[in-house]
């Protein structure tokens, strides 16, 4: 009798290899196929101009229900328009500040009422970063950061000081002052001095096509809501009595 094992171990080997050799051509087919996809997808022209960074998209959003709009590349972007009324606001304002930070400049040397010199500080530092704020907005659109002064010649009178500013005589005589007065004069004054930018906000406001701008309305009311909690709290300060007992 013959052993027909080794024919059937060789019929074996034979479908095995065949069997693998079949699984690997599906799989390089696959992976031959997949390559091709991609390589489609990435040449394509929209897929091109997306990921082609010298080709930006700009998109403009549409209005409420609407399509946004695709805009050409060479679309740039514009400042809102503004009005000549905020453009004098702004400059107004950075005079404004400057006198109230020159004011604070005065507390360190002239009293040592420690809750005086915490307001200090804070208003010093807020409105000195609002005046950094002013410049950059009005020197982005090609103003001046400074109003433009009269004609000495044409005229004889000194220029309207903004309101609530202090007259010269009033920065003299809380210069002059120290102590308990000095604290008086400060409070006084800085109540003047805020309730003075509260007119200048509402005078802006009040003005037809002003106060439009994004950047200087959020400025406009969160000056004017910073400087109504500060005068509630210098009000506070002078009803305290004496001053002296806070030293």
Not at 28 to 44: D, E, H, R
Not at 103 to 128: F, V, Y
Not at 149 to 176: I, V
């Amino acid at each position: 009798m013959f052993n027909d094992a080794p024919k059937r171990k060789s019929c074996r080997f034979r479908s095995e290899r065949k069997l693998r050799s079949a699984t690997g051509s599906a799989v390089l087919c696959g992976m031959l196929f997949a390559a091709s996809a991609l390589a489609s997808f990435f040449s394509s022209p929209a897929r091109a101009q997306q990921t082609d960074a010298a080709t930006p998209v700009v998109v403009q959003p549409g209005a409420p229900g609407q399509p946004s709009k695709r805009l050409p590349s060479s679309t740039k972007a514009t400042l809102p328009p503004r009005s000549q009324a905020d453009v004098e606001f702004m400059q107004g304002m950075i005079m404004h500040h400057s006198q109230a930070v020159e004011m604070t400049a005065l507390i360190p040397s002239h009293t040592q009422n420690k809750e005086l010199r915490s307001l200090g500080a804070r208003i010093s530092s807020s409105q000195s970063d609002e005046i950094k704020l002013m410049q950059r907005w009005l020197a982005a659109r090609g103003e001046s950061v400074s109003m433009a002064m009269p004609d000495m010649n044409m005229s004889h009178q000194p220029m309207a000081l903004m309101p609530g500013m202090l007259t010269p005589n009033q920065m003299e005589a809380l210069r002059n002052a120290k102590g308990a007065e000095f604290d008086r004069l400060f409070l006084v004054g800085m109540i003047q001095h805020h309730n003075g930018a509260l007119i200048m906000v509402k005078d802006l406001f009040d003005t037809a096509g002003a106060g439009q701008d994004a950047d200087l309305f959020n400025f406009a009311t969160d000056a004017d809501n910073s400087q109504r909690a500060e005068i509630r709290l210098m009000q506070s300060m002078l009803e305290k009595k004496p001053l002296e007992e806070k030293r």
